[in-house]
């Protein structure tokens, strides 16, 4: 009997814990080598769209195997689906179908970093942006510190005002629109900029001594929502997929800036073998691509859970 | 709401046909180069095995987009996902899990070139294989031909009555064992050869003029369940996918016996580009590769009416 969720079924505060513990599982696993993740595999259908698949899996004890698809076709709906087989005796775990398990993997990835490189005891968020993105990202650093208040700009002054009130009622925590940019995220210990902006939103000067700043919007060079001074005052410059920063079809925002080669790997920062979070006045920074094939290993855990 | 089916909801006698006439859209399609049916795509689990996606599609009126993923790990249980969106509007059409797709696919598509190869008026089967593949292109056989009677033969006595026995109910239509291959075949109009046997189980003389046989099981240099005379004396040799067949690791078994470079595309013979069967007296034979793609047709088709 195959499991089967979907959007209506991911519910529940304690998913976002499940997936972020999950990928720390995964970002272990691939510090070690074991993670599957190959680049993802497209199909065309002329005048159409694509099929793109991302493909990922988990060696060693209780081995994962897995993928997601999504399409590009034109319409006003849209299905990814997740599948999981526990690679040990070939049974398909389950199914997983809709948006949500997508957001709560970048939101849960976007948590995982925050958990290895922002301040132990960051008490306040400043949140730019007031989509889908911001808010499992909000969600996600909710989970793994122990947060007072979080300020939110987007451009919309409804938007913001919605996401104030929503995710104050959602997490139990103040959540306070701002009404500019450098007034959500100045006294802000960790800054989540989750936009679609394609010129920067924040630069160095608008942020306090020892931030952790995760940008999950664009960063090519042809666009990017993060000043390119954040990264010349970061001491560290992490991601979670450098083989993908350097697989976008424009070059990554940093290529160029002397930055680039100094960035890190987040696995191996969480395994120890690479430098984190130095001392309480470092500036930390966080480029969040989506790790490919990790969809997977979030969907195995709520299959397990569910 | 995606429709989700599984091995139990794929049942009925209306399938068969239903799958053989979408079947006869989609080669028509590829007869017009509007079947999108590009290369399996695999990704390897060191150790583990394989995740292995065919994707398919038909371009024009009504577009289809979907694929079909396996695995080769190992364990007792194995589960097919297909799944198929229309491609107009983005919509996920459902999903179906199992393995009667599959079977009932590769079924229909020997149904499919009875119903373009062999005589109008061919009233009986020999089958030689009494497993799955034997029994879903009898099956195809009495879906597309008025037939009487059949006649089975596999080396285990108790298989072979099993087989009449469950066919014979199944399709209403006289099915009893043979005691040798050639007794199963020697007045038999149409000739279903779904065993895998790596020696040749007939030969040319075992069968009568006029005969249509389809060979749906091991077929390449190393082993092969026909006797390569067949191939010499058929005045038609079709195939499903003849780049299938130029992609097999080891190579085709008609490779180098001068046979190959006549045979037909049956979607060309299905559009009137190729020539089909000519007179009564024909010897055609029909070599199924189980054409990628095609099982996304089948479960569009399948999710239409279920």
Not at 15 to 35: G, K, P, S, V, Y
Not at 100 to 128: E, K
Not at 220 to 244: K, P, R, W
Not at 267 to 282: C, L, M, V
Request: charged share 20%; hydrophobic share 45%; with cysteine.
């Amino acid at each position: 009997m195959t499991k089967i969720l979907k959007d209506e079924d991911l519910v529940g505060s304690a998913l976002m814990m499940i997936a972020i513990d999950a990928l720390e599982t995964a970002f272990l696993a691939r510090a070690d080598n074991r993670l599957i993740s190959p680049p993802r595999h497209h199909v065309s259908f002329p005048d159409r769209g694509d099929l793109v698949f991302t493909v990922g899996g988990i060696l060693g004890e209780k081995p994962l195997a897995g993928f997601r698809v999504y399409e590009t076709f034109d319409g006003a709906e849209h299905s990814q689906i997740v599948a999981v087989w526990s690679n040990d005796d070939a049974k398909l775990k389950g199914i997983v179908l809709g948006e949500r398990l997508g957001n709560l993997r970048t939101g849960a990835i976007g948590g995982l970093a925050i958990r290895h490189l922002s301040a132990p005891d960051a008490r306040t968020v400043g949140i730019l942006g007031s989509g889908a993105q911001a808010r499992t990202q909000l969600a996600a650093a909710a989970a793994v510190r122990n947060l007072d208040r979080a300020r939110v700009y987007s451009r919309d002054e409804k938007n913001r005002a919605a996401f104030a009130a929503e995710m104050q009622q959602a997490l139990g925590i103040e959540v306070e629109p701002a009404g500019s940019a450098s007034e959500a995220v100045d006294d802000a210990d960790i800054v989540i900029c989750a936009t679609t902006s394609r010129t920067p939103v924040i630069r160095a000067r608008d942020l306090k001594p020892g931030v952790h700043v995760n940008t999950v919007g664009p960063k090519t060079c042809e666009g990017y929502e993060l000043g390119l001074d954040i990264a010349n005052v970061a001491a560290v410059i992490a991601t979670d997929s450098s083989e993908q920063t350097r697989a976008y079809a424009s070059p990554f925002f940093l290529a160029g800036s002397g930055n680039e080669h100094r960035m890190a790997d987040l696995a191996d920062i969480i395994a120890g073998k690479a430098a984190g979070r130095g001392s309480p006045g470092d500036t930390t920074l966080f480029c969040s691509v989506g790790l490919a094939g990790t969809e997977v290993v979030v969907a195995s855990a709520i299959l397990d859970m569910l």
